[in-house]
C-alpha cells in the first residue's frame, strides 16, 4: 500500500532501524528493489529526482511506482520525491501522487547555489504548508552536501586540516536545526554530518569513523521526533568498481560511505538513507559483463535481467544491513 514518509519513519523509529530510500528512472530498479523487499520483508521508499522525471517522464515514474504497489499489496511503499528545487516541484507531485516531498531549500532553485537560512526556511515552510493539507510528508535539507552534479565536496577525503575547516562549516548545525523545524514543522531533515553525492566520494579507502557521528546523536537529541536523513550514503562496492573497469569500463578509484558506518548512524538516529549510485553500479557492471561474455546476444532482456539482480543483490544486503527486514 501506498504510505507516507511520516508513517515508514515513525515505523523505524519505534523499532530502531533504518531505511534505504532507492532512487529510481526505470522498471528493472523497481522490481529490483521490490524484489529484494518481498524476499526480505521490508518496507520500501522508492524516490524519484528532477533527473528521473527528466528521463522517464512524469507519468511513466508515476506509473512504475504505481505498478510496484499494485505487484506487492503487502509491502508498505512510500513514493518520494527526491530534492524538489522549489514549492513548485513540490506542488506538482503532491498533486500527481506521490506521498511524500523533499523540498531542498539548502540550494536556491537551480540546484546549485547555497541559499540564505531565511530562504530555507520560508520554501520548505509553504512546501510543509500545502504537503500536510494532503497528508503528504516533507523532507527538508539544512547544511551543505557535495554538489550533485560534480560532487565536488566528495573529492574532499577529510584528511588535511584545512579540508577538516571546510568541512566543519558544510555540516549541520544541531541549534540551526532546532530553530529550522521549530519554523518549518518538517517530518524528516537532511543533515550533512559527511556525505557527498555521487560515486567519487572519497579517494583513500576510508579507515575507521568517517562520518561524524557526533553530530547526529547531538541533533537527534535536539529534534527526536523528526527523522534523521543521510543523503549520499552509496558505499561504492569495490566488486561492482572491479567488474566494470574489468569489462571495458574507465571509473576511477573511488571509495563510498562504509555500511558499518551507515549502520553506526542508524544507532545514533538516522532514519533515512539515500541511495542511487550504488544500484547504477551495480546495474552497469552486470550488463557491461553479459555483453563481454555474451557478445552474441541482442536481446536486451538478457542483460537487463543481469542488471536487475546485480541490484537485487545489493538492496537485500541494505535492507538486511540497515534492520528493515522482517518490519513490512
Ligand atoms: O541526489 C541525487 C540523485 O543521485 C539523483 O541523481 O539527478 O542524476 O537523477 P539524478
Ligand atoms: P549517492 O549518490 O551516494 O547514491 O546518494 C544518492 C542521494 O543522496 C539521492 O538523494
Ligand atoms: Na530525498
Ligand atoms: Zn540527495
Known sequence: ALVSLRQLLDHAAENSYGLPAFNVNNMEQVKAIMEAADAVDSPVILQGSAGARGYAGETFLRHLISAAVEAYPHI???????????????????????????????????????????????????????????????????????????????????????????????????????????????DALAIAIGTSH???????????????IDRVKEIHKRIPSVHLVMHGSSSVPQDWLKIINDFGGDMGQTYGVPVEEIVEGI????????????????????????????????????????ATKGMRDVCKNRYEAFGSAGQA
Do not use: W
Not at 516541484?89 to 539548502?106: K, L, P
Not at 547555489?113 to 530555507?120: F, L, V
Not at 494532503?134 to 579540508?163: F, I, N, R, W, Y
Open 76 to 186: 508498505p511503499i512510500c513514493m518520494h520525491q527526491d530534492h524538489g528545487a522549489s514549492p513548485d516541484v513540490c506542488q506538482r507531485s503532491i498533486q500527481s501522487g506521490f506521498s511524500s516531498v523533499m523540498m531542498d531549500g539548502s540550494l536556491m532553485s537551480d540546484g546549485k547555489t547555497p541559499s540564505s537560512y531565511e530562504y530555507n526556511v520560508a520554501t520548505t515552510r509553504q512546501v510543509v504548508d500545502m504537503a500536510h493539507a494532503c497528508g503528504v510528508s516533507v523532507e527538508g535539507e539544512l547544511g551543505c552536501l557535495g554538489s550533485l552534479e560534480t560532487g565536488e565536496a566528495g573529492e574532499e577525503d577529510g584528511q588535511g586540516a584545512e579540508g577538516k575547516l571546510e568541512m566543519d562549516q558544510m555540516l549541520t548545525d544541531p541549534d540551526e536545526a532546532a530553530d529550522f523545524v521549530k519554523k518549518t514543522n518538517v
Open 198 to 212: 555521487g560515486a567519487y566520494k572519497f579517494t583513500k579507502k576510508p579507515t575507521g569513523a568517517i562520518l561524524r
Open 267 to 306: 544507532k545514533s538516529g538516522v532514519r533515512k538513507v539515500n541511495i542511487d549510485t550504488d544500484l547504477r553500479m551495480a546495474s552497469t557492471g552486470a550488463i557491461r559483463r553479459h555483453l563481454h561474455d555474451n557478445p552474441s546476444n541482442f536481446d536486451p532482456r538478457k542483460f537487463l535481467a543481469e
